[in-house]
């Protein structure tokens, strides 16, 4: 499954482990998403969307 916020498009990050040993492996650091029922135009319309956290508390969507 993708990791991608359907409203801001946040993805993924990458980049290394690194230990005490400095032996780097990679690594990725995913967007903390929640799957909600948002609202869609108007009416009673409302479906799942992928959202990540920081849009939910910016008020971005609409539940």
């Given amino acids: 499954m993708s990791s991608v916020c359907e409203v801001c498009a946040k993805r993924p990050g990458f980049g290394n482990n690194?230990?005490?040993?400095?032996?780097?492996?990679?690594?990725?650091?995913?967007p903390n998403l929640q799957?909600?029922?948002?609202?869609t135009?108007?009416?009673d319309n409302?479906?799942?969307a992928?959202?990540?956290t920081s849009c939910i508390k910016a008020g971005k969507v609409t539940r």
């Fill in 18 to 30: 690194v230990p005490w040993s400095h032996k780097k492996t990679r690594r990725r650091w995913n």
């Fill in 46 to 48: 409302k479906r799942r």
């Fill in 50 to 52: 992928k959202v990540c």
């Fill in 41 to 43: 135009g108007s009416g």
């Fill in 35 to 39: 799957t909600i029922r948002i609202a």
